[in-house]
């Protein structure tokens, strides 16, 4: 076991942040949350300490990491150029779920870009995390706190059964706000583009800027290009159940009962499926809000409830095909591919 401190998610004790800036300090991990999932945070200037993260994550070296900062300020230190719309959108939504890609300052360490020219930077909208950057006095250099290939921890607790004791220090402030990760977008390239769908709609994003581009059914790559940015390669946020997609409604009964095995789970959030699976033996049903951002709260959560289930399969229901559903249909789809 880690050790665990509760802190008030709203207005942190000073204290607790403190301790946790020492581990910091010390060059220790410390698990920390932020309104998307929990981060595994290290010193981001500091190689050394970032490498402890792939360790502990035994995530492939090489995996470019976002940097936390507490604003714009600090953000344009670690950027050689930020163009005008970096501006315009860390205006519009930081502090919150938006990752922004821009050309890398000559100071932050390969082990935070993978040796890329370009870094991830994101400004959290949570007290915590706002408070351990100032802290540490240096953008926190934090993926996802959670075992390579597996699901985003949305509460402290995941963090402790994901990655015992490979992380010193875990911040508990209870469950995440949105419960999926950030919205990644480059603007490195001719035209902006998002590099991963999150917790920042694509709506909003072209409410401030039309021409980002989003290729949904491109983000699934391969080799090198999933090397340069992880968060697009296939199976990346799987949980070790397997999923399968069903259709929506009366489909995802029909998908449990042609399902293999004895112990079956469904996701489902509208009425029909509710409807359509009554009176099927399952091992558990959840329905989730019908609303996405509901929806999306409860996403990983449940993901990670199924492996504690020890489940055959986990039978999901089609979400709407609408654009405030994308981020979670993407990562449906990845969970669920072999
Ligand atoms: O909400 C979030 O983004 C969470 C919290 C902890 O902030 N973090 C997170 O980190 O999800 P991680 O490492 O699991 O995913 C980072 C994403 C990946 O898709 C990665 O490819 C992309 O950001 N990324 C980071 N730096 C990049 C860079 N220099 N170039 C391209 N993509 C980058
Ligand atoms: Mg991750």
Redesign the pocket.
Known sequence: MPRVVRVSPTSPEPEAIADAAAVLAAGGLVAFP?E?????GARGLHGADVLRIFAAKERPVG????L?VDGEAMARTLATSWPLLASRLAAAFWPG?L?L?VP?AAHVPDAV??G?A???L?A?QHAVALALVRAAGEPLA????NAHMHV?PTTAAHVVRSLGDRVDLVIDAGPCAHGI??T?V?LTGDVPRV??A??TSLESLRAIAPEIAYDAAGLTVQGDAAR?????ASR?YAPRTRVVLAGHGRAAADAVRAARGTRIGVIAWSAEARAALEGLALASLLVLPADADGYAHGLFAALHEADAHALDALIVEAVPDAPAWWAIADRLRRAAEP
């Not at 995996?63 to 976002?66: E, T």
């Not at 934090?142 to 706190?145: E, G, K, N, Q, V």
């Open positions: 932020t998307t999932v929990y981060g595994l995996h470019p990491l976002i936390h779920p990752t890609v890398r870009t993978g890329l370009r870094v991830g994101r959290p934090a993926p996802s706190a985003s990760e950030s990644v480059d590099l991963r999150g917790a340069a940015s992880p968060g697009l990346h």
